[in-house]
């Protein structure tokens, strides 16, 4: 199994969606590096979860806590390829309304007929369980299997090494399921048990149920059977014979019988004949009578038209003498409309134009929102200037302007002082800091000194130190190896203890020389960020004093721009007003007010004038408050009364044609009168002709011999069936005096007396002989099948105690398997074996890696459970593995570590491998040697994968796959 591609979101720190695809980066090996915590070993809990549901940390329960913090969904996808092809698995998960968190799993295969990106769904991976255990026949490793051969997780490659071999055994028998023998031995102890039960259980039974199963007996029941059957044939060949002479001789008695029978049928019919013609003859006059009745309801319809005419003609007369009394009606109400509107239009006219002469004066007070009501303010009626007016209304929408440019003026002169206030402490702030900072380079230069000073110190220590271990080695008097002079007494064995006080000396002189030298960043970093602060402040300032005096010139040009609109600024000013630089000047709410009163004075003397002269026209209340709506008024009455004057035109236009439409309909209705009497008239005449040709004196004869059509149809069937009845009958014994005549013979009977018998009596003897050969074979037959039941029940009992012999014959087979298999596994001799076995493998397969980064030094052997280096450079020297340094260990636990990768893997293609595990102790040439041997699985075929925190072994790899943290959650990138 080879991942293709892994993209996965919501799952822990991967909170957005995160892809990785191997494929596109052209190498099969590659480093896996970022920060502690950024995710790095979570991506390979992401590959397990998305295979197997489960990781190294939860398991298989909790896994809730995958979710990334917030998030109430989580998904991983993982595409992979194997030897069957290529396959994608999708892993997700959602928090539901309860709390808990619910999972869907989905295993689809890549369809080539749908072309590179068609996927189609595993028909066996619908459920969950299914598609987990698909995911597992498709990689061919367990979860555990996968873990130990594909993830080597960190910490795990130095157990082998360096345990004792109670530790190596435990683990070994971990990973290789060892631990297992032990209860497969239980398990062949117990079958062996059970076989042994079934072995006794099985001869029990065939002793007490089956000691009398015989197959001779069997033959016997089968010779038996056999003669019942030809006795059986035998007589059922007699019961043949004797059906067909009795079938024969009913054959004839039934011919016989159907004749005497339709000899009396054909007496009947003969007798009822009389009746039947007497039924004839009534259907016959039935028939005349009923080609008559259609016409009879044409005449007695025509009489019912004759009458409606006369019925319609005088509802039209009267009809007619309405449409008169109407006409004058209308005529005379036409007469008192003309009269009305003669009288009322004159007065109409006179008071509308006196209203005429007022209304432009009133429309004008409406348009500003007057009424006649605000005469009684004025003390003088003037009609209203519309210059003076203009000039008001521009001055108000000036107004607003000023208002703005006042709070303009405050905001910017507040701006001004807060700004100064802040420039002020800006300078009181980077004079303190200009302080603190020269302080700072004081102590710094007497850190710096003292730093010095403590490692001109720890110089002095080490080459005491240094003479003190080269002494060591000599003794007194010897020659010295560095300046060839004689070597005196010892160093005193003060030199080690004055080298580590020195070092922790220099190290605290130096940590103080650090923290002086941040400190001091700190402070000039401050300081001038207080500068810059204060720079700042300064120019706000004086942007602040430069819009104050822009704000100052817009309210002058405002107050001028008021000034030559006529709002008379000069006389509103009051003493708490704010000056301008040239006295006092009214705020703009005093301007406001003082427009709004001189508008409404105008309005209340010019409301006087036109209610003055309403008045002197003698005009109406009402004119007197609306004179526009009083002119509407008139006008609509004037309207009205004209209108009526036409309804009333017009009403005596529609009476005339009415009574025209009248005096036709009256017409017309004679006509019809007419014409409906001469058609009755007329059918009446042909209805007595059709009642004498038809044979009948009167209509009155006519109708008493009309039917219903049921009946006649009645009286047709029943002359119809009795003519039908007698010819069939007839036909019937011509036939039946043939067929008797065709028949051969009837036996004669063989008695004394030797008188003919007839066909019924005959048939009765022949049934009884019938009936006696039929219960004899009914009981040969019994016999029969009571033989063969208990021949069937013999063979089958004979065959079950076969089949019960040869399960006894598997359980004695099984019994003997399971108890040898339980004997075998005693003890610890069969694991000890493998154990040892697995081991000797691991040795060499690990001895051959070892070899390859250690240019051949070191060879890897197993010696009586402990693990040994074979040293070339020492002549093949053996020694323990613990004696190896931190960085041949590490090499040396990597060869375990991939030999036994391989060993689980078993038969099973592994496409990749993941290795967790840190590389700092490696020099550099021994991360050279490790590169090339995991280049070299890459030559096979595999894909592998290095986590590490080390530089040095991410840049020798071909490429590497960069993790980043961040408040958003954590990223990857390539970075090949």
């Known amino acids: 199994m080879t ?37 790095k070993s979570t991506l390979l809990d992401a590959i397990t979860y998305v295979l197997y549901g489960r990781t190294a940390r939860l398991g298989s329960r909790g896994l809730e806590a995958l979710l990334s913090p917030g998030a109430d969904a989580m998904f991983v996808q993982l595409t992979f390829r194997n030897a069957r092809g290529v396959y994608r698995v999708t ?47 498709l990689v061919g490793l367990d979860y555990d299997g996968f873990t130990r051969a594909v993830l080597l997780p960190q910490g795990a490659f130095d157990e082998f090494l360096r345990g004792d071999v109670a530790q190596r055994r435990r683990l070994l028998v971990s990973l290789l399921g060892l631990d297992r023998v032990g209860e497969i031995q239980r398990l062949a102890g117990q079958r062996a048990g059970l076989a042994e039960e079934r072995v006794a259980g099985l001869r029990t039974r065939l002793a007490e149920d089956y000691a009398d199963v015989d197959p001779g007996a069997v033959r016997e029941m089968r010779d038996a059977e056999a003669e019942l059957t030809e006795q059986a044939e035998a007589l059922e060949r007699e019961v043949a014979a004797r059906e067909a002479e009795l079938g024969e001789v009913e054959e004839t008695a039934r011919l016989v019988g159907d004749r005497a029978t339709l000899g009396r049928r054909r007496e009947r019919l003969v007798r009822d004949a009389a009746r039947v013609a007497t039924l004839k003859e009534e259907l016959e006059r039935g028939r005349r009578a009923a080609v008559l009745a259609p016409q009879v309801p044409r005449a007695e319809a025509a009489d019912r038209r004759v009458a409606a005419a006369h019925t319609a003609l005088a509802a039209r007369r009267e009809g007619e003498a309405q449409a008169a009394a109407r006409l004058e009606a209308a005529r005379a109400a036409l007469g008192a409309a003309e009269a009305e509107a003669r009288e009322r239009q004159g007065a109409i006219a006179a008071e509308l134009g006196a209203l005429a002469e007022v209304a432009p004066a009133f429309e004008a007070l409406k348009r500003r929102g007057g009424s006649l009501e605000l005469a009684a303010q004025a003390p003088v009626a003037e009609l209203l200037d519309e210059e003076a007016w203009g000039g008001w209304q521009t001055a108000l929408s000036l107004v607003p302007g000023l208002e703005r440019a006042e709070r303009e003026v405050e905001r910017r002169a507040a701006a001004l002082a807060g700004e100064r206030r802040a420039l002020e402490e800006a300078t009181r702030r980077s004079e303190r800091l200009e302080l603190e900072l020269s302080e700072r380079v004081e102590r710094g230069k007497a850190l710096a000194a003292e730093e010095a000073e403590a490692r001109g110190a720890l110089e002095a220590a080490r080459r005491a130190d240094l003479a003190a271990a080269v002494r060591a080695g000599l003794a007194p008097d010897d020659a010295c190896p560095v300046c060839g002079g004689r070597v005196g007494d010892h160093t005193p064995a003060t030199a080690h203890a004055d080298l580590a006080a020195a070092e922790r000396a220099l190290a605290e002189a130096g940590a103080a020389v650090e923290r002086a030298r941040a400190e001091y960043q700190e402070r000039r970093a401050e300081l001038a960020k207080a500068q810059a602060e204060r720079a700042g402040h300064a120019k706000q300032a004086e942007a602040a004093e430069r819009a104050l005096a822009d704000a100052r010139s817009e309210l002058a040009e405002a107050r001028a721009e008021l000034e030559r609109h ?25 301007v406001r007010a003082a427009l709004e009163a001189r508008r409404a004075a105008a309005l209340a003397a010019h409301a006087r004038a036109v209610a003055e002269r309403l ?15 009083r002119a509407r008024q008139l006008e609509a009455e004037s309207e009205a009364l004209g209108a009526r004057v036409r309804a009333a035109e017009q009403a005596v236009q529609g009476a005339e044609r009415a009574l025209d439409v009248a005096r036709a309909q009256r017409e017309a209705a004679e006509e ?122 013999l063979e089958t009992r004979l065959e079950r105690s076969s089949e019960l012999r040869k399960q006894l014959a598997q359980a004695e087979d099984e019994y003997e398997l399971h108890r040898q298999l339980a004997l075998d596994l005693r003890g610890n001799n069969f694991p000890d074996h493998l154990m040892a076995q697995v081991q000797q493998r691991l040795a060499r397969r690990a001895s051959q890696v070892l070899r390859h980064v250690t240019d051949g030094r070191y060879d890897l052997l197993l010696e009586g459970g402990d693990y040994l280096v074979a040293d070339a450079w020492a002549g093949g020297e053996l020694r323990s593995a613990r004696t190896l340094s931190g960085g041949e260990s ?46 070299s699985l890459t030559d096979e075929g595999r894909m592998v994968g290095v986590i590490t925190h080390v530089p040095e072994l991410s840049e020798r790899l071909p490429a590497r796959l960069v993790v980043s943290k961040g408040p958003a959650g954590s990223t990857v990138a390539w970075d090949a």
Not at 3 to 10: H, I, N, Q, T, V
Not at 117 to 127: A, C, V
């Open 615 to 629: 008045e002197a026209a003698g005009l109406p209340k009402a004119s007197l408050t609306d004179p526009a709506g």
């Open 3 to 39: 991942p293709l591609a892994l993209e996965l979101e919501g799952f822990t720190c991967y909170r957005s969606r995160v892809r990785i695809d191997w494929s596109d980066v052209g190498t099969g090996l590659f480093a896996v590096t970022g920060p502690t915590g950024a995710g």
């Open 566 to 590: 006529g709002a008379g600024l000069a006389g509103l000013a009051a003493p708490g007003d704010a000056p301008t630089g040239d006295g006092a000047t009214p705020t703009a709410p005093r």
């Open 890 to 935: 590490f090499v040396a636990s990597l060869a375990l570590a991939l030999a036994l990768s391989d060993t689980l893997a078993g038969n099973a293609a592994l496409g990749a491998l993941f290795l967790d595990e840190g590389f700092g102790t490696l020099d550099r040439a021994t991360l050279e040697a490790v590169t090339s041997v995991l280049e």
């Open 672 to 793: 019809g009168a007419a014409a409906a009497a001469e058609e009755a008239c007329a059918v009446r005449e042909a209805l007595a002709e059709a009642v004498t040709a038809a044979g009948f004196t009167d209509l009155a004869e006519a109708q008493g011999a009309l039917r219903e059509p049921a009946d006649l149809e009645r009286l047709e069937a029943e002359v119809t069936a009795h003519e039908q009845e007698l010819r069939a009958v007839e036909a019937r014994e011509v036939e039946l005096d043939a067929a008797i005549a065709a028949r051969p013979p009837l036996p004669r009977p063989t008695g004394p007396d030797d008188e003919p018998v007839d066909a019924g009596t005959l048939a009765e003897g022949l049934r009884a002989q019938l009936n006696g050969k039929r219960a004899a074979l009914a009981e040969l037959n019994q016999r029969r099948g009571e033989l063969s039941a208990q021949r069937r029940s």
């Open 91 to 137: 892993r997700a998960a959602q928090r539901r309304g309860s709390g808990t968190v619910g999972t869907e799993v989905r295993v689809e295969v890549a369809d080539a007929e749908n072309g590179v990106d068609g996927w189609r769904q595993l028909s066996d991976s619908e459920r969950v369980r299914d598609a987990n255990e698909a995911l597992q026949e």
